[in-house]
């Protein structure tokens, strides 16, 4: 079992940046793919970022491949989300995720944490 909890998020003029964090509880977080994901009001929720459990692999949408940026401190049980270049579709609530297997599939994941909103003004 890991438990998630994310932090960062918060109110951005269109262009500005934030960086996400997701703190996992658990002494084998390196065990875990960990993963972003986004819900829009009134969409779905939809895949960010992956990262494998080295860090050394990572997948993004192709919405935000070349603004944000996944990484992992495996030392420290935290996933970050780096995003910049934000637009207002860029507005959401934000989830961070953990499974064991592929860091590939942008589907698997049996943990979850509670989320946090990111606004993105024009």
């Known amino acids: 079992q890991v438990q998630l909890v994310e932090s960062g998020g918060g109110l951005v003029q269109a262009g500005g940046s934030l960086r996400l964090s997701c703190a996992a509880s658990?002494?084998?977080?390196?065990?875990?793919?960990m993963g972003w994901f986004r819900q829009a009001p009134g969409k779905e929720r939809e895949f960010v970022a992956s990262i494998n459990y080295s860090g050394s692999v990572t997948y993004y949408a192709d919405s935000v491949k070349g603004r944000f940026t996944i990484s992992r401190d495996n030392a420290k049980n935290t996933v970050y989300l780096q995003m910049n270049s934000l637009n207002p579709e860029d507005t959401a609530v934000y989830y961070c995720?953990?499974?064991?297997?592929?860091?590939?599939?942008?589907?698997?994941?049996?943990?979850w944490g509670q989320g946090t909103q990111v606004t993105v003004s024009s």
């Open positions: 658990g002494p084998t977080f390196s065990n875990y793919v």
């Open positions: 995720a953990a499974k064991r297997g592929l860091a590939y599939f942008p589907s698997g994941y049996n943990f």
